[in-house]
């Protein structure tokens, strides 16, 4: 199936998150909180598609106005594929970037409508995020985690995008086979470690040996 994000043409399965699919694609798209539901930052507008995504879901209710609920808008770490086709969405980032390229003078009213439509549900999203508490739906470690992972991915597609490496074009996302992610993972540690622990080439599984600055083993 197609998922066009952005303007951009990427792969995706069905049980895939927007949000995941555009991580994967390095298409912009906010989420600081890591994909828990938390921030409203992954605001997508669905242009097309919207029947193959899961219906909206308590969550998404919360914390979306009626209005933006009419013009198509989507947390895309709350909607998930579920049937095949093709999914056209422009996440709120990108309009935000769009609108300030083309037509800035905007700009004013799409801010002052977004921060309207936060506040009408400010008070839903609050007992909203109290009850996921106490019912245990969070794990504040994992959170942290996940934050943390999207500030680091946030910083590497900016520093894609102003090297003049992140620019947009067909992709396609291929899910390999086990074996192959092991051997990936293990090639990107042995990277890591070049040049201070570098394992030996004729056994990746070897024990990595360490030397100082002078070439002794340490």
């Given at each position: 199936?197609?998922?066009?994000?952005?303007?951009?043409?990427?792969?995706?399965?069905?049980?895939?998150?927007?949000?995941?699919?555009?991580?994967?694609?390095?298409?912009?798209?906010?989420?600081?909180?890591?994909?828990?539901?938390?921030?409203?930052?992954?605001?997508?507008?669905?242009?097309?598609?919207?029947?193959?995504?899961?219906?909206?879901?308590?969550?998404?209710?919360?914390?979306?106005?009626?209005?933006?609920?009419?013009?198509?808008?989507?947390?895309?770490?709350?909607?998930?594929?579920?049937r095949?086709?093709?999914?056209?969405?422009?996440?709120?980032?990108?309009?935000?970037?769009?609108?300030?390229?083309?037509?800035?003078?905007?700009l004013?009213?799409?801010?002052?409508?977004?921060?309207w439509?936060?506040?009408?549900?400010?008070?839903?999203?609050?007992?909203?995020?109290?009850?996921?508490?106490?019912?245990?739906?969070?794990?504040?470690?994992?959170?942290l985690?996940?934050?943390?992972?999207?500030?680091?991915?946030?910083?590497?597609?900016?520093?894609?995008?102003?090297?003049?490496a992140?620019?947009?074009?067909?992709?396609?996302?291929?899910?390999?086979?086990?074996?192959?992610?092991?051997?990936?993972?293990?090639?990107?540690?042995?990277?890591?470690?070049?040049?201070?622990?570098?394992?030996?080439?004729?056994?990746?599984?070897?024990?990595?040996?360490?030397?100082?600055?002078?070439?002794?083993?340490?």
């Open positions: 199936m197609k998922n066009i994000i952005n303007d951009r043409s990427c792969e995706a399965a069905t049980g895939d998150r927007l949000i995941d699919v555009a991580r994967k694609h390095h298409s912009h798209i906010g989420y600081f909180c890591g994909g828990n539901g938390i921030c409203q930052t992954c605001y997508v507008k669905v242009l097309e598609g919207a029947e193959l995504l899961s219906p909206l879901s308590e969550p998404e209710k919360a914390m979306l106005s009626d209005r933006l609920i009419k013009e198509g808008t989507r947390m895309a770490c709350l909607a998930t594929i579920e095949p086709g093709t999914i056209k969405i422009i996440t709120a980032v990108e309009e935000v970037k769009q609108m300030f390229e083309n037509t800035p003078h905007l004013p009213a799409y801010s002052g409508k977004m921060g439509e936060s506040l009408v549900k400010l008070p839903e999203t609050i007992a909203l995020q109290i009850q996921r508490t106490l019912t245990g739906h969070f794990d504040i470690l994992q959170i985690s996940d934050v943390v992972t999207g500030i680091g991915d946030a910083l590497q597609l900016a520093i894609a995008s102003f090297s003049g992140g620019s947009q074009g067909n992709c396609s996302l291929t899910i390999p086979d086990s074996n192959t992610q092991k051997r990936l993972a293990e090639e990107s540690i042995d990277n890591m470690l070049d040049g201070c622990c570098k394992k030996g080439a004729a056994d990746i599984h070897a024990k990595p040996v360490c030397r100082n600055g002078s070439g002794i083993a340490a």
